[in-house]
Each structure stands twice: as structure tokens, then as C-alpha cells.
């Protein structure tokens, strides 16, 4: 079933309504799903116009949103690198992402609003695809120390570092969880010591080494395979 | 450290050999790691002419080879998503990958030697950069009756599906696991039907539909973190 933005309650417009209208010729009674407010509804489309379309709800759908909300702090990279990261993380369930200068970042954070848009509409995209109902939201770019003040928020930080880290072994009880990947050069040892003091904790992901856009990914499926997430 | 491929034993030779002299400018005395017959070994350069460098032996390294071996039986898709799909799994550890020809599949197999030409380049690649010894061998394309005889010779099969499967909860004891992936429309009922008549097994990558480049590296990872490689 084709899965559409609501601009508003009960109303789709914009580029949402011309994809309704013109590429896929939805007339009024037909089915839909609908994405509103971080929730999926089951609608049926009562009205469509040039104007915009309006539907009215049938029910609501499983939103496919892990229990276990987790923020990825990733160590700012190369553009390309980021839009893998966003759109896969997306796909696999991530709640947040907070790109973060870090020691050996090469990669520059460039016009927050443009790439936060940029990531913004990947995001959105890979929550339609793979039928969820929460965007993540790709904040703006942050600097290491205000990313370690974030990180204290959560209720546990893990952080997968190759000079030794405990396996993805136990039960992850907690709800609210922070990942930290290192940019292409990976964490420097001031930055680990720093999340270790914070009360970040080193995991492994096996003895090989990963590129940074694969770290994310696998990091984040250990994490909420250990939260029971993947059931 | 920097790694290189042998032409033979104790010989570097060809675009290896560009790179060590003309890139890197190396000279003899120096140490560097060796790839040789799926091993990895500490090396020290003795020669270095345009003709061949030789070095010898210090002491083998640790492969990094996963104790459980995964065949990847990754339904056709388009060439980007293989490319991606032999990068990061090979990063991650599979043992060998398979493209199967699948009643969804819409990518073509394409001139068999070039694409294998190609696919063999960027495993070589994935595992100079994350440390491994073994490349992964990615096989011409089989057509799913092909396939699952193959399949029928590892110890287990896992298929990630999404109507219904169980959650990589139990420890995986066999060393040689098949995971068959879907093409881009996802594992025809008749398919899956027969990889079941096949004694494979049914699992599940949680409730969010993945992209199949993103489900082949999630069920990797939980295969080996389920064998207890990724320690």
C-alpha cells in the first residue's frame, strides 16, 4: 500500500499530493497509509484536488518503533559516508542521530541547514520505505565536548573501540542508549578516555576493523538485538 | 601498517608493487604485512627494483577469520547494491557470496567474467582495509534451483523473511551457515517454500522492512554474533 505525509491532520499537500495525484492517480475511496505526527494510520482518501487530498482515518498501524530508543553520535565523515549512515540507520531503526566533530574528523560540517534538510529528506524517505513511523531527527552538528554533554543523558553510552571492548553480550535493559562511532580515523584516545570517564562503556564488534559507515550500522542491529528489539 | 598481496611466496609484484614503490616509496628494511594464500604474515622488504620486490617472512598474524563460515546467497540486485553488498560483507566477514537468480530478481546477471572481475576487486579490497586474511570468493550467478542444491551443503540454513520467522535468539554452533537473502521484491512464496523443504530456516530481522543491501549485512552480523565471533 502506498504510504504518504500528512501536511497536516486529515489533509496531504505539497510534493506528497503531486506524487498522489500525477505519478500515482489515486482517485477518492482508495486506501492509503498515512504518516502523522510520529504515528501510521490506516486512511481512506475522501478528497483530491490540485488543492490537496484529505483522508479520513480507519486505524491505527503498528509504527514498527523499537522500545529501545537510541541515539547515534557519529563521528563526522565524508558526505556520501553520511547519507549511507542516515539512510540505513533509518531503515534499521535508529530514534536519533547527532553528527560530531571529533579529533580525527576530516570531513567539515558545511552549511548546517543545507545538510540538515539534506539528511532530513533521506531520513523521511527511508522511514516510508521501510514502514515505520518515526523520523529520525539528524541534528545539527556538534563539537566533541557538547556531544559528551548529550551523551551523559542517555541511560547508557556505549562506545565500539578497537583497543579492547566487551562483546554485545548481555541483555540491554535500558531505553534510552547513545552509540559513539568515530569518524574515519576512528576515536582518539583523549575521546575515549573522556566517554569512559562519563560512564561510557568500550564494546567490540569483532577483531576486524570496520569502516565508519559500517560500524553505525552493525553497532546499532547488536544494540537492539540485545534490547530484544528484533522479535 | 601497510599491506600487500603476493604474487607468489615472497614476491610482490604488479599494481601491488606500483603502490609500494611509486606510492608509498618503500625501501628495503621496512616491515609490512603480507596477504599470501589466505594468510597474513609480518614482513620485512629485502628487494625492491622495478621488476619485483621480495621480503622476508617475520612471523604470521592473526587472519581475523570468523569460526563460522557464511555463505551469502544474496538474490540479484542491481550493480551498486552488489558492489556495496561484497564491500561491507566482506568487512564484516562473510566467507563467500553467491548472486541467485530469483523470481523477484530484476537485475540482470550481466557478462558473467567482467562482473566477477569486479566483485573479486573490491573484496580484495575490503579485506586490505579491514585486516582480514581470507577474500571472500563472490561465484557466478546460479539460478535458484542451482542455488539450493549449493545451500543444501551447509550445515544450516537461515533465511530472513518477512512473513513470520524466529529471532537469532539461540547460539549458532554449526561452522557452516547459508543465509539467503531476497532481491530487491523481496522472496517469492514458492521460493521460500522450498528453502523451508530444504530444512532452512525461517528468521526474522525485526518488523521494519530492510532494504536487501541492508539485510544481508544485518543477518551477517547477527550470524556471527549469534556463533559467538564477534568477540
Known sequence: MHRFYAE?????????????????????GEEVEVLWAGRRYLARLTVVTKEGAAYETIAELDGHEPRCRVTLYQGLCKGEKMDFIVQKCTEMGVCAIVPVMMARSVAKPGKTEQKTERYSRIAREAVKQCGRSHVPEVRPALSFAEALED???????????????APFAQAIAEQDVGLLIGPEGGIAPQEAEAVLRAGGQAV?????????????????????????DLT
Chains 1, 2 share one sequence.
Open 151 to 165: 551523551m551523559r543523558r542517555r541511560q547508557r553510552i556505549l562506545m565500539p573501540y578497537e583497543e579492547g571492548g
Open 8 to 28: 497536516a491532520e486529515g489533509r496531504i499537500a505539497g510534493e506528497e499530493l503531486n506524487h498522489l495525484m500525477r505519478v500515482l492517480r489515486l482517485a477518492p
Open 204 to 228: 567490540t564488534l569483532g577483531s576486524r576493523i570496520l569502516r565508519t559507515e559500517t560500524a553505525g550500522l552493525v553497532a546499532l542491529t547488536l544494540t537492539l538485538h540485545c534490547a530484544g
